[in-house]
């Protein structure tokens, strides 16, 4: 995609959106076979950039980028995508839309490196030997 956007939208930043379908009687990758074609010419046509389809364990993951929300929410609210979405197995508990990327993906930017956990650390030396602590208790006296 990346190659894809450099050539088509050079300085354009892609709005990524998610629609996440979940298995119930019937498989949510037959939903899929029956809508893809409408979805994916749909959404090229109304200034889609990228298209991406992911299957998993529990569903189907149709993920689209358009540069801005606009043009996302012109092509969410055309009849036919309201079509293909109300034809989910189960439109109810069974469909998932957000913004951003879906299904198993992982962050868009990797994570940094965090440091070592405290078992990584090194004891300081004479840790074992007491230091004077000041008594609180009402005494002027150091206590050892």
């Not at 709005?15 to 979805?39: G, K, N």
């Not at 879906?102 to 965090?114: D, I, L």
């Amino acid at each position: 995609m990346t190659s894809f956007l450099r050539a088509y939208a050079p300085g354009m930043a892609a709005d990524w959106w998610s629609i996440e379908v979940f298995d119930t009687d019937i498989p949510a990758a037959v939903w899929r076979d029956a809508q893809q074609q409408a979805l994916i010419e749909s959404a090229l046509t109304n200034g889609a950039l990228s298209w991406e389809w992911h299957q998993h364990s529990w569903g189907v993951v149709f993920e689209v980028s358009f540069t801005d929300e606009d043009q996302w929410d012109r092509w969410r609210n055309l009849p036919g995508t309201r079509a293909a979405l109300d034809a989910v197995p189960d439109p109810v508990n069974g469909l998932v839309v957000y913004r951003g990327r879906g299904g198993s993906s992982g962050s868009p930017v990797p994570r940094r490196p965090r440091p070592a956990p405290g078992a990584a650390a090194v004891e300081l030396p004479g840790a074992d030997e007491r230091d004077e602590v000041l008594d609180l208790s009402g005494s002027d006296d150091l206590v050892r």
